[in-house]
């Protein structure tokens, strides 16, 4: 008697690195939302609120082939921060200056926080963070917004 063959169930496909790399390109809001599950829409929606209160303007921004493009957060000529989808995570990135860090208070925040420190890049005088926006990852990251927004004023 033979077995009968069962089909093996389809690996899901993995997010593309780059949500949107065509420059020529730039999405919309509901193509960048549509890309969120709900709970992250969600945390990215209080974000932008959060944002825009602080009288920052928002824009589509091309990053180049390997960033793709994201929301830029500016205020005034002061770039605050940037969101983006990376290999299907909403990634906040925050660029913080010696006095905006000593600002931080680094011991409150989540280890979502903590780990995007010990991985920060750039130099002393200024620090890249990027912080996964999903779970803990966004009140650490509004923390670190408020610490640079105070500088900015």
């Known amino acids: 008697m033979a077995k009968a063959k069962t089909a093996a169930p389809e690996k899901p496909r993995a997010a593309p690195k780059v949500a949107f790399p065509k420059k020529g390109q730039p999405p919309t809001h509901g193509e960048f939302a549509a890309r969120l599950p709900a709970p992250v829409g969600k945390r990215f929606e209080a974000l932008r609120t959060f944002l825009k209160k602080q009288g920052a303007a928002e824009d589509f921004f091309y990053y180049g082939p390997r960033s793709g493009w994201a929301y830029r957060y500016m205020k005034a000529d002061q770039s605050l921060c940037s969101i983006l989808l990376s290999a299907g995570r909403l990634v906040g990135i925050v660029a913080l200056d010696r006095a905006a860090q000593t600002a ?50």
């Open 104 to 153: 931080v208070g680094w011991g409150e925040l989540s280890e979502v926080g903590r780990r995007a420190r010990k991985l920060a890049h750039g130099t002393p005088e200024l620090l890249w963070l990027d912080v996964p926006l999903d779970g803990a990852g966004a009140n650490d990251f509004k923390a670190l917004l408020k610490s640079k927004l105070a500088r900015v004023g």
